[in-house]
C-alpha cells in the first residue's frame, strides 16, 4: 500500500528559515530604505515571502522552502533609494534585480535556484532571465501582488493575509 505522501509546502521549515534570516543585520539593513508609496524594503520583502508560501500552499505544490524563503528575502537586496539615485522608476525596474543578485552574493553563498529567484522575479520587464523554477515563479508573482496592494491600497504589513 502506497503511503499517503503530504502535497504542499512546509510552514514549519518556511518559519524556522524566515527566523534565522530577519535576525540578520544584512537583512535588517532594509529596513532603512523605503519602497512602494512609504512601505519599507524589507516590509515588503516579507510580505513577498508569505505571500509566495500561501500560494504555494494554495497551488499544493511541493518547494524548496528554503530557496523560497532566500529568494523572496533577497529578491530587492538592492540597497540603494531610488529617489537619491534619481533613476527612473523603468530603469530601476529592470536594473536592481541584478544589484540585488550582486549584493546578495557578497553576504550568502547563494545556490542556483535562488540567484534565478532574484535575477528573475522582475519578469517579463526583464525579458532574458526567466523564472525557472516554481519558486521563482511563485516569487515573481508574489511580487506583483504584494506591490499593487503596497502602491495603490496602501498596504503595509500583508503577512498572513
Known amino acids: 500500500m502506497k503511503k499517503n505522501k503530504k502535497r504542499g509546502p512546509d510552514r514549519k521549515i518556511f518559519e524556522e528559515e524566515m527566523e534565522r534570516l530577519t535576525v540578520r543585520d544584512e537583512i535588517r539593513k532594509m529596513s532603512t530604505f523605503t519602497q512602494h508609496q512609504g512601505n519599507n524594503t524589507l516590509q515588503h520583502v516579507r510580505n513577498v515571502a508569505y505571500r509566495s508560501f500561501e500560494l504555494a500552499e494554495k497551488f499544493g505544490w511541493d518547494i524548496d522552502e528554503k530557496n523560497l ?92 493575509k
Open 69 to 160: 524563503v532566500r529568494g523572496a528575502m533577497l529578491h530587492d537586496y538592492y540597497l540603494y533609494n531610488i529617489r537619491q539615485e534619481g533613476i527612473s522608476s523603468y530603469r530601476h525596474g529592470t536594473r536592481h534585480p541584478a544589484r540585488a543578485l550582486e549584493n546578495a552574493r557578497e553576504i550568502f553563498d547563494l545556490s542556483e535556484k535562488e540567484e534565478n529567484i532574484i535575477r528573475s522575479h522582475m519578469w517579463p520587464l526583464t525579458l532574458f532571465h526567466v523564472p525557472r523554477s516554481r519558486e521563482a515563479l511563485l516569487v515573481c508573482l508574489a511580487d506583483k501582488d504584494c506591490a499593487i496592494k503596497e502602491m495603490f491600497l496602501g498596504k503595509k504589513n500583508l503577512e498572513g
